[in-house]
């Protein structure tokens, strides 16, 4: 874990934590018990867990360098399935308490900290219900209108919060509360407005490379500076068309990056926006969002352990280009295993992988079309201890599915194997 992910794991833990407490501490004592009840209680962890979540989504490099593409929405799904079932429980804490009963849920009979407070939990629900999905055509509509929704119910909790105002009025837990506050208007700031106007991320397309009938890779030229941390091997960064902040994006990962901050993305035609990709013209402006993800061996200049297992299915072979590409051209003299799922008679990247070959220690193994066996993963397996390589899968998550299953009866431990789904 880098410096900069371990400081934002403590921070953002620290943040989470503070208010809770501060309920807890508040809670036993004789002049701050008042404040706390079932109700505020309730109410406060859904608002920190609301926070969390917009933290989580708001790519902090530090964050997605740690936790990844996986877990990272793994995380922001759960945390909203609990965000509102806590928040279940503090509307009935709330019913329960009310002398207007049921009465309390009629949206034109209550006052303005209720009314925002029940508009919100109703949106709550439907952020978790109706969530974008990337497989869809209709992908970055349905984000765009997630993130508005998303954004709309957090402003609608502050209110809700401030309106009411007992907990505020609580010295430990405002305070902490503050603090939440204050780091997440500047996650928010930077992430909506202050990169957007600022224009960074700012790249020209320089060439658009066929590499099948449906593939394509994309090489964008910065247009000021370059990336800033340098994207590592098997990183991925978010691209739009447009300045807007709420204009259409996708990820799109790295197949290879240079020193002058050059990039190369391959595109697969999965939509209207992937297909306008490859439609794009020479000198267009586009805007970079990154580097992010986690999907990253050790560095190619650490021979300390054993070799690489890279197990790929269409264009999942993108971030594993960007890593051989990486060890050749720092000399790696380990034993690495390379095995394609791709469609039948569609290798991408063919001749580049063979050149690959002579300058690593690589062999590489192609399914030819067939499905993905424990046989195929028997073959790119290193003889000795299993774990003493790194695995890394990256594909849709059919093929990442099977190659988890087989790799996992074969004896290879959960704890060596990386993996990455696309879609």
């Known amino acids: 874990m880098s410096e900069q992910g371990r400081t934002w794991v403590m921070v953002l833990t620290l943040l989470v934590l503070m208010p809770i407490v501060a309920l807890m501490i508040s809670s036993g004592s004789p002049q701050l018990a008042e404040t706390v009840s079932l109700t505020s209680g309730t109410g406060l962890v859904a608002a920190v867990l609301m926070a969390t979540i917009v933290v ?38 709330a019913v329960a308490h009310s002398h207007r009963g049921l009465g309390i849920l009629n949206l034109f009979a209550v006052g303005p900290p209720i009314k925002v407070g029940i508009i919100a939990a109703v949106l709550m629900t439907v952020l978790v219900t109706l969530r974008p999905r990337a497989t869809s055509r209709r992908y970055g509509l349905s984000s765009r209108v997630h993130a508005a929704l998303g954004v709309t119910t957090v402003l609608l909790v502050v209110a809700h919060v401030v309106l009411f105002g007992h907990l505020p009025e609580n010295p430990l837990v405002g305070v902490t509360l503050g603090a939440l506050g204050v780091v997440l208007v500047g996650v928010v700031v930077r992430r909506w407005i202050a990169v957007p106007l600022l224009d960074r991320g700012l790249h020209v397309v320089s060439a658009v490379r066929p590499e099948s009938s449906d593939t394509s890779t994309v090489v964008l030229t910065p247009a000021r500076r370059a990336l800033d941390p340098a994207p590592e091997p098997g990183q991925f960064v978010w691209l739009r068309l447009r300045r807007l902040p709420l204009a259409e994006e996708h990820p799109f990962t790295i197949a290879a990056s240079t020193r002058a901050g050059r990039l190369e993305l391959t595109v697969r035609d999965r ?153």
């Open 271 to 423: 939509g209207p926006f992937s297909s306008g990709l490859q439609a794009l013209e020479a000198g267009r402006h586009v805007w970079v969002d990154g580097p992010h993800g986690a999907f990253v061996p050790i560095a190619a200049t650490d021979i300390s352990g054993g070799g690489l297992v890279l197990i790929a299915g269409g264009v999942g072979i993108t971030p594993i280009m960007s890593i051989l590409r990486a060890h050749a051209a720092a000399a790696d003299p380990r034993a690495h295993a390379l095995l394609l799922a791709e469609r039948e008679n569609e290798a991408l990247f063919a001749t580049e992988i063979l050149a690959l070959s002579r300058r690593l220690d690589l062999s590489v193994l192609r399914t030819g079309g067939h499905r993905l066996d424990p046989g195929m993963l028997r073959a790119v397996l290193p003889t000795g201890v299993p774990e003493s390589h790194r695995y890394f899968v990256c594909g849709p998550p059919p093929l990442v599915g099977a190659a988890l299953d087989g790799l996992g009866s074969l004896g290879v431990p959960a704890r060596a194997i990386t993996t990455e789904r696309f879609g």
């Open 56 to 93: 989580l989504v708001s790519r902090v490099r530090g964050l997605t360098r740690v936790l990844g593409v996986e877990v990272g929405v793994a995380l922001h799904r759960r945390l909203g399935v609990a965000v509102v079932g806590i928040t279940v429980t503090h509307v009935v804490s």
